[in-house]
């Protein structure tokens, strides 16, 4: 009897241990699971800084483009004040790009819609379509956000053309170079001064270190 009751124990004792391979595979469960939300994490953080410094470059004030043409763009901005006002509720032209499908309005530079979270930005520096010599400069959001507007322009390429509505009058821009520059707050805009162009800004397709700028010169208006 009273070994029965050792042997009884020692099965008790038997029955209570969790053998080594649950042991390993639960830990494994763990590291997995802990892994991903750390991995979720570090991607959205990343995330959020890549929409916060595409916010600082676009919207800091006098440094988010240096361009050849300071200059020129100060004159042209004069001669734009002369101007009738426009509607800051409402689109002050349209971008139009044939090869991707791409049609959207844009608001004055004035405008409270004019904000690269909501929608494309006019760059302030920016001059008009219809100012000669001038350069109309527009930035937007590129990735898989419902704000990533410019999320296609990495398929474009020289000799592609761009559309811009404007006051009753479509120009048309074929591109003539594009190009990237590095992510430093700043952005330098290299064109020809002696013509009308049309400059587009974004972050480059799968590349967080830089951004893509596409030049487009004047080709015709109608």
Known sequence: MFMQIIKRKINNKNKKRISPSVVAFIGTAIILVGGFFLSYNYIMSKKVMTYDYMNNVFNSTGESVQTEVTENLISENQDEAKEATY??????????????????????KDSKQNDVDKNLLLVKEASYPNIAKGNLIIAGHSGDAWNSFFDNLYKLAVGDIAKVKF????????????????????????????????????????????????????????
């Open 87 to 108: 509607d800051p509720n409402k689109y002050v032209g349209y971008l139009e790009i044939p090869k991707i499908d791409f049609n959207k309005g844009f608001y004055p």
């Open 167 to 222: 006051q009753g009058k479509t120009y048309t821009y074929k591109f003539v170079n594009i190009y990237k520059v590095s992510k430093t707050g700043t952005i330098a805009i290299y064109r020809n001064s002696n013509r009308t162009t049309l400059t587009l800004v974004t972050c480059t397709n799968h590349d967080s270190k830089t951004q893509t700028i596409y030049i487009g010169e004047l080709d015709s208006v109608e």
